[in-house]
């Protein structure tokens, strides 16, 4: 039977792990190599439906891409596992050849007994040698490094190379056959360092491409999470536009039905009121009939005959009225039909709609507690309309035109805004501009304005961040500022245009201000629309769905109308037409607003005008 050494001689080690082979698996090339190894090698192919023979480089097909599938080299199968259970002997001593080997040197290329491994290990020739267990050579996990004996010259080692052949030779012939054929000869332990050399250079090269790669995957990751932060806040914005739009279609819905309430309510009044007339001339009939009716109970004479004929003839009076008229009622049904809801649909413009057929008309006129004094004019948080006095305050009504409260008596307003949290920012005409609670309590905070005579009077908002803006007449500018207060963050120029008021829109971050006879909107820029009529004088507001609402005041005449427009500016529909108002005493300063409930607020310097769908 064959010893292990002469088995493990053959060629039982995979040329590419160079272990004995696990699991051999032949190409159609006949070229055989560890089913491990083949994995690892069709990793590496672009197609994974064929493989290349590292050895000839011939195409081998991969039934469904599975090295598993290929033909198992059976004979060397055999042979591997045969060598893995033959015990190997000592090839060193020469006194009993069948003593086991217990480790074997790979610089030596030889077996070793224990005998021999110890001398192997003092002797200083060789001490530096590398030795290994034969256990982790009988596992196949070291190979063995050895030089083999020629075919031709069987007691001669392969100890040179053929660089033309690639291929291991012994000196004989190497000078023999491969000198004269003109092929380059080198020492097989040069040919090796040389080898060693080139694998650790291409060790490091590839140490450094996957370094450069890994820092390329650390790389993609960070593009990675950065487009997930990108698509995040895509999201996020999505959201929150939706929610904003939500709010804005929500706050136009409820406007719309408060006005359908009013109208509704109107209707009703009318209708009761005619009820009641009916009511009271059944009473009164109902009355004369049982006055009537007493002549019966007794014969009557003297006064008490004039008396009923008296009765009688009221009576007869009475049924000689008219039937009650069905036009009336009927009439107001018609009026009730004629009304209608219209869906707005032009592109690119977030409105519901707006009532048709229905009538706007004054349903307050109230005279300000002050002549003379009204500076501003905003809503607030409660719902009620917040009108700035420059003696006494700030003056809080109701959209019926009830003064329900004064507050901040002793402070000359010139600008006011609210916050979302109901706290108020007020400018005085100094311009410093101060904090209060919603119970109107005074804060702690105070901003660096500009002064009067630096910067003059100019409008005041309050933006969708919350963020503090204030306009000024003579630089023409708008500084921004935080709740926190202290110095303008940033400054916005109005391109030319002189800010007298200021409104800020829900769902952008455009301003709009009024100058005189022109509106404009401001995207933080430049400005972006102009809106303006020739011989009118201008006077915006933002609602809360967005909508602009301008009232164009004609001063010789007092007469005022109002239109509705989208938030770039586009005319959607007439509100009011030429209403006469009384000319105010002393200055021509007008606000306009839109309480929340949708009533309309046009306020002069002496005066508070509510128009209401009637």
């Avoid at 996957?210 to 650390?218: A, L, Q, R, S």
């Avoid at 708008?478 to 109005?494: D, H, N, S, Y």
């Avoid at 500016?569 to 105010?584: A, G, N, R, T, V």
């Amino acid at each position: 039977m064959a010893t292990f050494h002469q088995i493990s001689s053959q060629n039982l080690e995979c040329p590419i792990c160079l272990t004995l082979f696990h699991q051999p698996k032949s190409l159609a090339c006949s070229h055989t190599f560890c089913k491990n190894c083949m994995e690892r090698i069709s990793q590496t192919q672009p197609n994974q439906q064929t493989i290349a023979c590292p050895v000839c480089r011939k195409e081998t097909p991969l039934p469904s891409g599975d090295v598993s599938k290929l033909q198992t080299n059976v004979p060397l199968y055999v042979l591997v596992s045969l060598a893995k259970i033959k015990s190997p002997t000592c090839t060193v001593c020469e006194m009993d050849e069948n003593l086991p080997a217990v480790s074997y040197c790979q610089d030596c290329g030889k077996y070793m007994c224990e005998s021999c491994d110890k001398t192997h290990s003092i002797w200083k020739p060789v001490s530096k040698h590398k030795v290994v267990p034969m256990r982790e050579v009988l596992s196949g996990k070291i190979p063995l490094k050895r030089r083999r004996k020629c075919k031709k010259h069987p007691n001669d080692d392969e100890e040179c190379f053929c660089t033309g052949c690639r291929e291991y030779v012994c000196c004989k012939c190497g000078m023999l056959r491969h000198l004269q054929a003109g092929h380059q000869i080198e020492e097989a332990a040069i040919h090796e360092e040389k080898l060693i050399e080139t694998i650790k250079e291409l060790q490091e090269r590839a140490k450094s491409k996957k370094t450069t790669i890994e820092h390329h995957i650390d790389f993609i990751e960070t593009q990675r999470n950065e487009i997930t932060n990108m698509m995040r806040r895509l999201n996020d914005d999505i959201d929150k536009t939706y929610e904003e739009y939500m709010q804005l279609l929500s706050a136009r819905k409820e406007t719309l039905k408060c006005q359908v309430k009013r109208l509704s309510e109107n209707f009703e009044r009318e209708l009761q009121a005619m009820e009641e007339e009916n009511h009271q001339t059944i009473r009164q009939m109902t009355a004369m009939e049982e006055l009537v009716t007493n002549g019966m109970k007794v014969p009557l004479e003297k006064d008490a005959l004039f008396a009923h004929d008296t009765l009688c003839e009221n009576l007869k009076s009475f049924l000689g009225r008219d039937d009650p008229d069905d036009q009336t009622p009927r009439g107001m049904t018609k009026r009730a039909r004629k009304i209608s809801f219209s869906k707005h649909l032009k592109v690119n413009e977030l409105y519901l709609g707006e009532l048709e057929g229905c009538t706007w008309d004054v349903k307050a006129d109230v005279e300000l507690p002050t002549e003379n004094s009204m500076n501003c004019m905003t809503r607030a948080p409660d719902g009620k309309m917040a009108v700035g006095s420059h003696f006494d305050g700030i003056h809080l009504y109701s959209p019926d035109g009830e003064l329900k409260q004064t507050v901040l008596e002793d402070v000359s307003i010139r600008e006011l805004g609210f916050l979302s949290d109901g706290r108020s920012v007020v400018r005085d005409t100094d311009n410093t501009m101060s904090f209060y609670t919603p119970h109107w309590e005074k804060l702690d905070v105070t901003f660096e304005t500009m002064s009067h005579d630096e910067g003059g009077v100019g409008g005041l908002t309050v933006g969708r961040d919350d963020n503090i803006y204030l306009s000024y007449r003579k630089p023409r500018t708008i500084q921004v500022f935080t709740p926190q207060g202290g110095k303008a963050v940033r400054e916005i120029m109005c391109d030319g245009y002189t800010p007298e008021q200021l409104f800020s829109f829900h769902t952008t971050w455009k301003l709009m201000l009024k100058d005189f006879s022109t509106v404009v909107c401001l995207d933080g820029k430049g400005k972006e629309n102009v809106l303006k009529k020739e011989g009118v004088y201008a006077n915006p507001a933002v609602c809360r769905d967005d909508s602009v609402i301008v009232a164009w005041v004609k001063y010789g005449e007092r007469l005022v109308s109002i239109d509705r427009y989208t938030r770039n500016l586009e005319h959607m529909h007439s509100i009011i037409s030429d209403f006469k108002i009384q000319k105010p005493k002393k200055r021509d300063w007008y606000y306009l607003q839109e309480f929340e409930s949708g009533e309309i607020v046009f306020c002069t310097a002496d005066r508070l005008y509510i128009f209401d769908i009637l």
